[in-house]
């Protein structure tokens, strides 16, 4: 069993910063290699989830303005987000993808906005 919690979303004024935490728990995270895959995805309203981060890896849409970073003794995945832009406003989604399996947190809302 996964489950995934996002928290730490809320509105940001551009160029603000935010960070976002996923706390990962489940018999799958005592898997080698299962907590260093989970991954950033995000929603904006009217667009399809898209890929934000993962380990070594970023969409080219945030380049070096997020940061992911995990703290094993807690099982969380961090999101580090600067210099926030309008165009981040989007629902934030904490997920692994394991054995075929795609997994899924509910979300955090994200709002960037003078």
């Known amino acids: 069993q996964v489950q995934l919690v996002e928290t730490g979303g809320g509105l940001v004024q551009p160029g603000g910063s935010l960070r976002l935490s996923c706390a990962a728990s489940?018999?799958?995270?005592?898997?080698?290699?299962?907590?260093?895959?989970v991954d950033w995805y995000r929603k904006a309203p009217g667009k399809q989830r898209e890929f934000v981060a993962r380990?070594?890896e970023y969409a080219p849409s945030v380049g070096d303005r997020f940061t992911i970073s995990r703290d094993n003794g807690k099982s969380t995945v961090y999101l580090q987000m600067n210099t926030l832009k309008v165009e981040d406003t989007a629902r934030y989604y904490c997920h692994i993808a394991w054995n075929g399996v795609n997994y899924w947190g509910q979300g955090t809302e994200v709002t960037v906005a003078s």
């Open positions: 380990r070594y």
């Open positions: 489940g018999s799958l995270f005592s898997t080698r290699g299962a907590f260093q895959a």
